[in-house]
């Protein structure tokens, strides 16, 4: 439902997590099959007026003079700002009814164990912390200068409130990880009575398939999905918000119409 006082037509895209580097190997390779796409659909979505922000968590160091970072720390304080609004959201009341798909207790590392520990060892050799090695957000996307940079649930309350946005599309990584559980993850914004929706081809999961229920990478991110869509929210294709534009005299003075049945 819609949020009080909000605009219809405004719409974000947050970029979860989508980091430069990843203790887990086959993570790292996902992330850069996935990154072309993610930053074709981010050009367009841009291009329409859409407000992206870039969600690399703990790396907001490395942009502390980019102009992006400073568009996110200028945001004005609203007014009401949850009170958990700086917390990890872990479960909401829709999520108890279900049964989570998925066992990730161990973390969801699918690497074969000597590749990862390849891997580890090239990390430290590197002077990265092999336990977590982000340091930025994959150079495969661009972060234009209008785009907004923050790991901050307070910051990107700001940012959706002060621009009265209601629609906000997730994409990135990982889906059963940050995607749901951050402070501006699917859980507390679903909670907040935010208009969500995943991309749903633009995330993908940290399962690892010798945990239950021993399924594959891929059927364990469907899982998690298919989890999301049951208790959350739609999820749609990166192709369906490729999709352009209304024209300018659309009453709700939107530039761009997702195509997606609950807004």
């Not at 798909?101 to 520990?117: C, R, T, V």
């Not at 909670?191 to 398939?209: E, H, I, S, W």
């Not at 991110?221 to 929210?233: D, N, R």
Request: proline share 6%; hydrophobic share 35%; aromatic share 6%.
């Amino acid at each position: 439902g819609m949020r009080e006082g909000g605009r219809p037509g405004g719409a974000a895209i947050i970029v979860c997590g989508m980091w430069d580097s990843h203790p887990c190997r086959n993570a790292v390779r996902r992330c850069v099959e996935s990154a072309p796409r993610m930053k074709a659909v981010l050009t367009k979505a841009r291009d329409q007026g859409v407000l992206i922000i870039h969600a690399p968590s703990s790396c907001t160091e490395a942009y502390k003079d980019h102009p992006g970072r400073k568009i996110a720390q200028a945001a004005p304080k609203a007014a009401n700002l949850p009170s958990d609004i700086s917390q990890w959201c872990k479960v909401i009341p829709s999520e108890e009814k279900g049964i989570y798909p998925i066992d990730q207790s161990q973390g969801g590392e699918d690497d074969d164990l000597a590749e990862h520990k390849i891997w580890q060892d090239k990390l430290a050799a590197i002077g990265r912390n092999p336990k977590s090695p982000w340091k930025s957000e994959i150079a495969l996307l661009t972060i234009g200068d209008k785009d907004a940079i923050s790991d901050s649930g307070v910051e990107i309350w700001n940012l959706l409130e002060s621009r009265k946005i209601n629609n906000v599309i997730l994409l990135g990584v990982h889906t059963n990880m940050c995607v749901l559980g951050r402070p501006f993850g699917i859980r507390q914004i679903v909670k907040q009575g935010f208009n969500v929706v995943l991309a749903r081809d633009l995330t993908d999961a940290m399962y690892d398939p010798r945990e239950k229920p021993y399924v594959s990478h891929t059927r364990g991110t469907e899982l998690v999905i298919e989890h999301i869509e049951t208790y959350w929210c739609p999820s749609i294709l990166g192709e369906d918000l490729m999709r352009v534009a209304r024209g300018s005299n659309d009453r709700q003075g939107s530039k761009w119409e997702l195509q997606c049945s609950v807004w």
